[in-house]
């Protein structure tokens, strides 16, 4: 199971930080990612980071602001995201896959393993 935390409502330009923590003793077997669906619209991959976190993936819209990273010690990935605009609000998803060609933009919702809960960012203009 994955279990995330961190969203809510921040002003343009703002930061909010999500945390993902999963359950069980392989998470540094998978491949851990965020997507994100705003209403109406897909639910897309913003980053992923390799089992070990030597690799990492960010769509277009959100490089140089936003930073994957995880702590396995902990069992637990973070997205750090700064400089939000209101293009970034969405419901955003922690996902975990045990492909390892995943840290892609190939990474579809069809190929994660476990879904964390939705958790909604909102951010105003």
């Known amino acids: 199971q994955l279990q995330a935390s961190g969203g809510g409502l921040v002003q343009a330009g703002g930061s909010l930080r999500f945390s993902c923590v999963a359950s069980g003793r392989t998470f540094s077997s998978y491949v851990m990612g965020w997507f994100r669906q705003a209403p109406g619209k897909e639910r897309d991959l913003v980053a992923a980071?390799?089992?070990?976190?030597?690799?990492?993936y960010y769509t277009d819209s959100v490089k140089g602001r936003f930073t994957i990273s995880r702590v396995n010690a902990k069992n637990t990935v973070y997205l750090q995201m700064n400089n939000l605009k209101p293009e970034d609000t969405a419901v955003y998803y922690c996902?975990?896959?045990?492909?390892?060609?995943?840290?892609?933009?190939?990474?579809?919702?069809?190929?994660?393993?476990?879904w964390g809960q939705g958790t909604l960012v909102t951010v105003s203009s």
């Open positions: 980071i390799s089992w070990s976190g030597d690799r990492t």
């Open positions: 996902a975990a896959t045990t492909n390892s060609d995943s840290v892609s933009a190939r990474w579809s919702p069809y190929e994660v393993n476990v």
